[in-house]
């Protein structure tokens, strides 16, 4: 199953590792040039709004205008949604 994140992008499910509230982190706990270095990093970022999360997945670090919680809140739905569908 996949996410949509924002900004036309979507991960699988399986792949997301962390979803973080870009606010929590503070800038001690997010380096974000250097891991912009990397070129792993992902912007979907929308005309005047700012990152709200950072999801983490196995392969790259998407910055996300959405909140963490609506961000869960879509795995829930695609996780109840297979298991209706297994069911």
Do not use: C, K, W
């Not at 399986?14 to 800038?27: C, E, R, T, V």
């Not at 974000?32 to 990093?41: H, K, Y």
């Amino acid at each position: 199953m996949f996410l949509h994140l924002g900004g036309g992008t979507a991960v699988r499910t399986a792949d997301i590792l962390a979803i973080l509230d870009i606010g929590l982190l503070g800038q001690e706990g997010l380096d974000l040039p250097r891991l912009e270095e990397t070129g792993r990093v992902v912007h979907l970022e929308e005309a005047g709004s700012t990152a709200r999360s950072l999801v983490l997945t196995t392969g790259r670090i998407y910055l996300s205008v959405l909140s963490p919680a609506t961000l869960v809140r879509r795995i829930r739905q695609v996780l109840d949604y297979d298991t209706m569908e297994q069911n």
